[in-house]
Protein backbone atom coordinates (compact mmCIF):
# COMPACT_ATOMS: atom_id res chain seq x y z
CA UNK A 1 0.00 0.00 0.00
CA UNK A 2 2.60 2.68 0.76
CA UNK A 3 4.51 1.22 -2.65
CA UNK A 4 1.38 2.19 -4.33
CA UNK A 5 1.35 5.86 -2.57
CA UNK A 6 4.76 6.43 -3.07
CA UNK A 7 4.07 5.39 -6.87
CA UNK A 8 1.33 7.39 -7.09
CA UNK A 9 2.68 10.71 -5.48
CA UNK A 10 6.19 10.01 -8.32
CA UNK A 11 2.98 10.12 -11.07
CA UNK A 12 1.26 12.95 -9.94
CA UNK A 13 4.73 15.12 -9.40
CA UNK A 14 5.92 13.81 -13.24
CA UNK A 15 2.52 15.39 -14.34
CA UNK A 16 3.28 18.11 -12.85
CA UNK A 17 6.50 18.84 -14.28
CA UNK A 18 5.10 17.77 -17.96
CA UNK A 19 2.69 20.25 -17.81
CA UNK A 20 4.89 22.62 -16.79
CA UNK A 21 7.18 21.78 -19.29
CA UNK A 22 4.60 21.44 -22.25
CA UNK A 23 3.63 25.02 -21.01
CA UNK A 24 7.10 26.28 -21.58
CA UNK A 25 7.09 24.88 -24.79
CA UNK A 26 4.35 26.05 -26.05
CA UNK A 27 5.34 29.65 -24.66
CA UNK A 28 9.02 29.05 -26.35
CA UNK A 29 6.98 28.25 -30.08
CA UNK A 30 4.84 31.63 -29.30
CA UNK A 31 8.57 33.37 -29.35
CA UNK A 32 9.48 31.51 -31.78
CA UNK A 33 6.62 32.51 -33.96
CA UNK A 34 6.95 36.59 -32.75
CA UNK A 35 10.48 36.39 -33.93
CA UNK A 36 10.01 34.94 -37.44
CA UNK A 37 7.02 37.52 -38.35
CA UNK A 38 9.61 40.64 -36.84
CA UNK A 39 12.33 38.90 -38.98
CA UNK A 40 10.71 38.41 -42.47
CA UNK A 41 9.57 42.01 -41.64
CA UNK A 42 12.81 43.46 -41.41
CA UNK A 43 13.98 40.81 -43.92
CA UNK A 44 11.43 43.05 -46.37
CA UNK A 45 12.66 46.59 -44.93
CA UNK A 46 16.27 45.33 -45.60
CA UNK A 47 15.71 44.41 -49.55
CA UNK A 48 13.76 47.76 -49.82
CA UNK A 49 16.52 49.67 -48.57
CA UNK A 50 19.19 47.81 -50.67
CA UNK A 51 16.73 48.89 -53.44
CA UNK A 52 16.69 52.65 -52.48
CA UNK A 53 20.75 51.94 -52.73
CA UNK A 54 20.52 50.36 -56.04
CA UNK A 55 18.39 53.26 -57.19
CA UNK A 56 20.32 56.42 -55.27
CA UNK A 57 24.20 54.70 -56.44
CA UNK A 58 21.96 55.17 -60.18
CA UNK A 59 21.47 58.73 -59.90
CA UNK A 60 24.09 59.43 -58.26
CA UNK A 61 26.41 57.81 -61.48
CA UNK A 62 23.56 60.05 -63.91
CA UNK A 63 24.32 63.22 -62.14
CA UNK A 64 28.04 62.84 -62.13
CA UNK A 65 28.24 62.14 -66.43
CA UNK A 66 25.93 64.84 -66.27
CA UNK A 67 28.07 67.10 -64.25
CA UNK A 68 31.13 65.79 -66.52
CA UNK A 69 28.90 66.52 -69.71
CA UNK A 70 28.15 70.36 -68.37
CA UNK A 71 31.90 70.76 -67.43
CA UNK A 72 32.72 70.05 -70.79
CA UNK A 73 30.29 72.47 -72.45
CA UNK A 74 31.67 75.10 -70.07
CA UNK A 75 35.11 74.21 -70.86
CA UNK A 76 33.82 74.89 -74.58
CA UNK A 77 32.60 77.84 -73.98
CA UNK A 78 35.27 79.53 -72.02
CA UNK A 79 37.32 78.25 -74.84
CA UNK A 80 34.94 80.25 -77.30
CA UNK A 81 34.64 83.52 -75.51
CA UNK A 82 38.56 83.61 -75.05
CA UNK A 83 38.45 83.02 -79.26
CA UNK A 84 36.35 85.60 -79.79
CA UNK A 85 38.12 88.07 -77.16
CA UNK A 86 40.56 87.07 -79.48
CA UNK A 87 38.93 88.10 -82.79
CA UNK A 88 37.89 90.83 -81.22
CA UNK A 89 41.25 92.08 -80.57
CA UNK A 90 42.67 91.45 -84.16
CA UNK A 91 39.80 93.06 -85.64
CA UNK A 92 40.47 96.61 -83.85
CA UNK A 93 43.95 96.18 -84.34
CA UNK A 94 44.71 98.43 -86.92
CA UNK A 95 47.98 98.15 -89.66
CA UNK A 96 49.69 101.43 -90.17
CA UNK A 97 49.03 102.51 -93.87
CA UNK A 98 52.43 102.96 -95.83
Given at each position: ??????????????G????????????L??????I??????????????L???????L?????R????T???????????????????D????V????
Amino acid sequence: MWFCMQIMKERDIVGAQLIRRNDEVTLLYEKIKVIEMATHKAEGHYKERLKDIRLLKLEIRRLRCRNNTLEKKNQTSDDLRLGLSYSADAASYVLPIR
